[in-house]
């Protein structure tokens, strides 16, 4: 340990006048949490963290300017601090992608998701690794934060350790975590540990304590929210309350020459970690002969399987469905509490904690993929969210993607998912319609770097419509049913189980309607207008079995579903809404002339 108490108070005196500097310049943040655990970060970073080794993750991201000030002292290249909270600066919320940053924090429970994603990639890689991150009282009373404790203690990921900033304050008042936090914590299969906050020696010995634990380790650090000031213990403290003369005094009162001095001496040790690079090309990876008849996940599972069976590394898991969604081929090998040498990961079910999970394996450098069904993703958004947002490549198999799935009712029937998912930035949605569809999307989701990918797939088995040889899917949109005639008067747009519908309806209608595959919506809009209008002619229709509106930036006419579903047989329930080639030709004869 390179560092007594008496230094590391030295060295906490400097965080927090770094810290505060930063907020007033802000003029706004979060000073609670700067005052009250800054002996904590203090510790992990001057005496465990192994730097270009370990990780800390700062799930209680309002934190942020704490986080920014070791980072500064460290000598990792960030920003100025005078940035922070301003255009193009230190953002309000740590952000993957800043230097020293390894995971965007901010919405509350996120962080312990990401720090379980880590420790378990750093398992995944055979790494000594360990990941530290810093809770609040607001991370564990989210469902996320609790979903992810329980994943981590079942699969003995003894490379984690978590503390709380057990301060006992929400904005509203008094925080309402459990009765018992500990002995939830124990209960969950973690070794549990209680220190007061603000004693060096006690928050040392209990990471020595945490480094040699079979388990992963939680440590309840007792705090006083805002730590030295007037409304110090009141939920007051948890924002910006302080007026510029207090705040001036704190800063005043913590500068400390002989902390920084001893922070330049640990910057001078720092040693880097470069990213691998996670793209995956499987292009030379071929589709096998598949019926004619079939539905889209089992031609991903089918495609999935070949994938893996290349000896391509890529990982993968899902929310207790994995032999409904496919996703678990018969080359997969199980990744089992302790042993970590496998490829696939039984999340239980926890959609959230998988999605934020997942976003952490990617972001080390693997390539992975998380299944659940398409109305699930609904419990998975706000990580899918973080992901588009940090550019990290994680990729979602969603099945079941329409009313389609029929008897199971409802619930179960997505309507509006498939269109929020296009309206999320850089996410990349994926429906296919074929077998050639379906390898191309898998290849072009592994291929990016820089977004996360959903693909969309169905239950249901349809007829399978060959893409021609010519037509180029990479492309996002193709004509895959051209018109007879050299005039085309109308197209109809269609994505996956709907392109044979909606060839059929073709066939009803004119000889001049051409049917234009959609399986990415995303791709076609990066084409060139000459593209763009070379393939969408004449009265555009779209068929989707989803939300209409949002079809109407191509189309004169949308057939989708606005309503929620019903249940019954999945082909009674596709006829009772509309989604029929008689019904549809009828509606579209006199528009199309």
């Given at each position: 340990m390179a560092y007594n108490s008496k230094d590391l108070k030295e060295m906490a005196r400097a965080v927090r006048a770094w810290a505060m500097h930063t907020l007033k310049c802000a003029r706004?943040?979060?000073?609670?949490?700067?005052?009250?655990?800054?002996?904590?970060?203090?510790?992990?970073?001057?005496?465990?963290?192994?730097?270009?080794?370990?990780?800390?993750?700062?799930?209680?991201?309002?934190g942020s300017a704490l986080l920014y000030s070791v980072l500064n002292l460290c000598g990792y290249d960030?920003?100025?601090?005078?940035?922070?909270?301003?255009?193009?600066?230190?953002?309000?919320?740590?952000?993957?992608g800043t230097d020293g940053v390894d995971a965007t924090t901010g919405p509350l429970g996120q962080g312990v998701g990401n720090a379980v994603g880590i420790a378990l990639a750093e398992k995944l890689r055979n790494s000594d690794g360990r990941i530290y991150c810093l809770c609040s009282d607001g991370d564990l009373m989210e469902g996320v934060a609790q979903e992810s404790i329980s994943f981590a203690g079942r699969y003995k990921l003894n490379n984690l350790i978590l503390l709380w900033d057990d301060n006992g304050i929400s904005i509203d008042g008094a925080a309402l975590v459990d009765i018992d936090v500990p002995m939830r914590m124990t209960a969950a299969g973690w070794n549990v540990i209680s220190v007061p906050g603000n004693d060096f020696a006690k928050i040392n010995r209990a990471l020595s304590s945490a480094q040699n634990s079979d388990k992963p380790t939680f440590i309840q650090c007792k705090t006083k929210i805002g730590f030295g000031t007037s409304i110090a213990g009141s939920n007051r403290a948890h924002g910006y309350a302080l007026d510029d003369a207090e705040i001036s005094k704190l800063i005043e009162d913590n500068i400390s020459s002989t902390g920084e001095m001893l922070w330049s001496d640990v910057a001078r040790k720092r040693v880097d970690m470069l990213m691998v690079n996670p793209s995956i090309n499987v292009s030379d990876v071929k589709m096998p002969a598949t019926p004619d008849v079939i539905s889209t996940r089992e031609l991903s599972g089918l495609y999935l399987n070949e994938i893996i069976r290349a000896g391509y590394p890529l990982f993968g898991g899902s929310a207790d469905l994995g032999q409904s969604t496919n996703v678990r081929p018969p080359t997969s090998r199980d990744i089992l509490p302790g042993a970590f040498d496998g490829n696939y990961i039984n999340f239980g079910v926890r959609e959230h904690a998988m999605a934020a999970i997942m976003n952490d394996i990617v972001s080390v450098g693997l390539r992975a993929y998380a299944s659940t069904f398409l109305c699930f993703s609904d419990y998975m958004r706000p990580a899918m969210r973080l992901a588009a947002l940090s550019k990290l490549p994680a990729i979602y198999v969603l099945t079941h993607d329409s009313i389609a799935v029929g008897e199971d009712g409802p619930t179960h029937q997505p309507i509006e998912q498939i269109s929020s998912l296009r309206l999320m930035p850089n996410m990349n949605v994926f429906r296919p319609c074929n077998a050639a569809e379906v390898a191309t999307c898998w290849q072009m989701a592994l291929r990016d770097n820089n977004s996360p990918s959903s693909i969309i797939l169905s239950r249901q088995k349809f007829r399978q419509i060959p893409t021609p040889s010519n037509a180029s899917i990479c492309r996002g949109a193709y004509i895959i049913y051209p018109a007879s005639t050299a005039r085309v008067h109308a197209t109809i747009i269609a994505t996956g189980s709907e392109v044979p519908l909606a060839i059929d309806v073709a066939k009803k209608l004119s000889p001049g309607v051409q049917v234009v595959s959609m399986p990415s919506v995303e791709y076609f809009k990066r084409q060139s207008d000459e593209y763009k209008n070379e393939i969408l002619r004449g009265f555009i229709v779209a068929i989707e079995s989803g939300a209409t509106a949002p079809w109407f930036e191509f189309a004169d006419a949308v057939v989708g579903i606005d309503e929620f579903g019903t249940s019954g047989p999945g082909d009674d329930v596709y006829r009772h809404f509309g989604f029929n080639a008689d019904t549809i030709a009828n509606a579209l004869k006199k528009k199309i002339k």
């Open positions: 706004s943040g979060h000073i609670g949490i700067v005052l009250g655990a800054a002996d904590i970060v203090t510790a992990i970073y001057a005496n465990y963290l192994r730097f270009g080794r370990d990780k800390f993750i700062l799930s209680a991201g309002h960030i920003r100025s601090l005078n940035s922070f909270r301003k255009m193009g600066g230190l953002a309000g919320h740590p952000e993957f």
